[in-house]
């Protein structure tokens, strides 16, 4: 698909609206191009072989205008739309949470994101709701912080993942360096923070899989990050991201109580079994079982658990079976997420092209698991999108009254300063009043972390404390 365009200036906003259409490997834009577009005056003239003419929408400015008539020429040739219409961004429910705090009501909301975006009703009342529930918790104190480590190793790999993570079993020879460098990054920056008299919110540890590496080396980590972050401050919560049951045993569970986490996540993403083996795991919905029913009994109170809308040979079937389980176990969340074929995954560089059966059932997939999660007395609480997300939906997190993800709450909405840890980790010091973001981030290689550290240090330092370092004399 060759397409030409008389304005140079909107080639990314046409881009992403193609390629919700076709795959974009297949767009390329050329002076020569079967699809023409072009703006002479207040008319959008596009077409391939037929020419459609529309008009300008004087409420709109000219990319939004282009943005939704492209989008509608590309519905009238293809024969089916999307949810979210020439909405592509990350956050839909931001423009929900602006429009209510400039006193729209749910029925003004739906009207907006429709004449905007083309977006559905069913979508524009998710946003909202979204909105309405997050804007109770979102910190407004820009004197905190929230916490991030993560832990870049695994079990396995799955077939999806494109996250900075490592198969523990071949880099065994890394992690305990990785360890002492993540404790030197944790205790460098924790004494700064005890010094200003910082207030820590959130504290979350993630990954890749944390319970990933041995029992002895999670208790030290665990301390290190408890010592530095959690004891002794009023945080509103400690979440550890276990992730895989293939990962967690008593132990470990054993180690969180020690150290007050208060929120864990049991992934399966299917509790159909000849998935879990096709996407490359190593349990079965019966480990799953067992390691949830364990926390249970070691009095773990808040326990998320998460779906994949859209796994390679799944249908409705297989959804319906998945909410069938995870009812029986009774969560206090659940985040359902869409597949998203990332760069640098297994399943994008294979010819494995994934996915569902088609974009009917991905819809009815999703509505299966919005409803089920409504119908156990859940209520969404936050939500976001990628790219390349199967049928172009969203992720979504659900969950039982307080029992909601307060960190993932502020990581989304980028309400409070983040101050992350390990390598890949992404830190953003957040300015409240202008609403201006600065952020730093950690190499994503193992081995450059290591080596890196100081740097790493350095770039949080100078961002969040303003100082320089020398580090040749400590």
């Given at each position: 698909?060759?397409?030409?365009?008389?304005?140079?200036?909107?080639?990314?906003?046409?881009?992403?609206?193609?390629s919700?259409?076709?795959?974009?490997?297949?767009?390329?834009?050329?002076?020569?191009?079967?699809?023409?577009?072009?703006?002479?005056?207040?008319?959008i003239?596009?077409?391939?072989?037929?020419?459609?003419?529309?008009?300008?929408?004087?409420?709109?400015?000219?990319?939004?205008n282009?943005?939704?008539y492209?989008?509608s020429y590309?519905?009238?040739?293809?024969?089916?739309?999307?949810p979210y219409?020439?909405?592509?961004?990350?956050?839909?429910?931001k423009?929900?949470s602006?429009?209510?705090?400039?006193?729209?009501?749910?029925?003004?909301?739906?009207?907006?994101?429709?004449?905007?975006?083309l977006?559905?009703?069913e979508?524009?009342?998710l946003?909202?709701?979204?909105?309405?529930n997050?804007?109770?918790?979102l910190?407004?104190?820009?004197?905190?912080?929230?916490?991030?480590?993560?832990?870049?190793f695994?079990?396995?790999?799955?077939?999806y993942?494109?996250?900075?993570?490592?198969?523990?079993?071949?880099?065994?020879?890394?992690?305990?360096p990785?360890l002492?460098?993540?404790?030197?990054?944790?205790?460098y920056?924790?004494?700064?923070?005890?010094?200003?008299n910082?207030?820590i919110?959130c504290?979350y540890?993630?990954?890749g899989t944390p319970?990933?590496?041995?029992?002895?080396?999670?208790?030290?980590?665990?301390?290190?990050?408890?010592?530095?972050?959690v004891?002794?401050?009023?945080?509103r919560?400690?979440t550890?991201?276990?992730g895989?049951?293939?990962?967690?045993n008593?132990k470990?569970?054993?180690?969180?109580?020690k150290?007050?986490?208060d929120?864990?996540?049991?992934?399966?993403?299917?509790?159909?079994?000849?998935?879990?083996?096709?996407?490359?795991?190593?349990?079965?919905?019966?480990d799953?079982?067992n390691?949830?029913?364990?926390?249970?009994k070691?009095?773990f109170e808040?326990?998320?658990m998460?779906?994949i809308?859209?796994?390679?040979?799944?249908?409705?079937n297989e959804i319906?079976?998945?909410?069938?389980e995870?009812?029986?176990?009774?969560?206090?969340s659940?985040?359902?997420?869409?597949?998203?074929?990332?760069?640098?995954?297994k399943?994008?560089?294979?010819d494995?092209?994934?996915?569902?059966?088609?974009?009917?059932?991905i819809?009815?997939?999703y509505q299966?698991?919005?409803?089920?999660?409504?119908?156990?007395?859940?209520?969404?609480?936050?939500?976001?999108?990628?790219k390349n997300?199967?049928?172009?939906?969203?992720?979504?997190?659900?969950c039982?009254?307080s029992?909601?993800g307060i960190?993932?709450?502020?990581?989304?909405e980028?309400?409070?300063?983040?101050?992350?840890?390990?390598?890949?980790g992404?830190?953003?010091?957040?300015?409240?009043?202008t609403?201006?973001?600065?952020?730093?981030?950690?190499v994503k290689?193992?081995?450059?972390?290591?080596?890196?550290?100081?740097?790493?240090?350095t770039?949080?330092?100078?961002?969040?404390?303003?100082?320089?370092?020398?580090w040749?004399?400590?």
């Amino acid at each position: 698909m060759k397409i030409s365009l008389n304005n140079i200036k909107y080639k990314y906003e046409i881009f992403q609206i193609f390629s919700l259409f076709y795959n974009q490997d297949e767009i390329e834009f050329s002076d020569i191009g079967e699809f023409k577009i072009n703006i002479i005056k207040n008319n959008i003239i596009m077409g391939n072989n037929i020419i459609k003419e529309y008009s300008f929408d004087e409420d709109l400015t000219e990319k939004e205008n282009i943005k939704k008539y492209v989008y509608s020429y590309l519905v009238d040739t293809f024969g089916y739309g999307f949810p979210y219409g020439t909405l592509v961004g990350i956050r839909p429910s931001k423009i929900a949470s602006k429009l209510l705090k400039e006193g729209f009501n749910e029925s003004e909301i739906i009207k907006y994101y429709d004449k905007y975006y083309l977006a559905s009703s069913e979508k524009a009342k998710l946003c909202t709701e979204v909105a309405e529930n997050e804007k109770k918790l979102l910190n407004n104190d820009s004197h905190k912080v929230s916490i991030y480590v993560g832990m870049p190793f695994c079990p396995t790999r799955c077939i999806y993942c494109s996250f900075a993570s490592n198969p523990i079993s071949s880099v065994k020879h890394l992690v305990q360096p990785y360890l002492e460098a993540l404790t030197k990054e944790i205790e460098y920056i924790g004494k700064l923070i005890k010094e200003r008299n910082i207030e820590i919110d959130c504290v979350y540890f993630g990954g890749g899989t944390p319970t990933s590496v041995d029992e002895e080396s999670f208790d030290k980590i665990m301390r290190v990050i408890y010592d530095n972050f959690v004891c002794e401050k009023n945080i509103r919560e400690f979440t550890v991201e276990c992730g895989r049951a293939d990962s967690i045993n008593f132990k470990k569970l054993n180690t969180m109580k020690k150290f007050n986490v208060d929120r864990i996540s049991i992934n399966p993403q299917s509790m159909n079994n000849r998935t879990l083996k096709m996407i490359g795991r190593s349990h079965t919905k019966e480990d799953v079982i067992n390691i949830f029913n364990m926390a249970r009994k070691l009095c773990f109170e808040n326990i998320n658990m998460d779906i994949i809308i859209g796994l390679a040979d799944e249908g409705i079937n297989e959804i319906k079976n998945t909410m069938d389980e995870i009812e029986k176990l009774n969560p206090d969340s659940i985040t359902i997420h869409g597949l998203s074929i990332k760069r640098g995954s297994k399943l994008k560089d294979s010819d494995n092209k994934q996915a569902a059966r088609g974009f009917d059932e991905i819809c009815n997939m999703y509505q299966e698991a919005h409803a089920r999660s409504k119908k156990i007395g859940m209520f969404p609480y936050y939500m976001y999108r990628q790219k390349n997300m199967i049928g172009n939906m969203e992720n979504t997190g659900y969950c039982m009254t307080s029992k909601e993800g307060i960190y993932n709450m502020e990581m989304i909405e980028d309400s409070e300063s983040i101050l992350a840890f390990g390598a890949d980790g992404v830190s953003k010091y957040v300015d409240t009043k202008t609403g201006r973001i600065d952020r730093t981030a950690n190499v994503k290689d193992v081995k450059e972390y290591i080596n890196r550290i100081d740097e790493m240090i350095t770039r949080k330092v100078q961002l969040f404390f303003k100082e320089e370092l020398q580090w040749q004399n400590h």
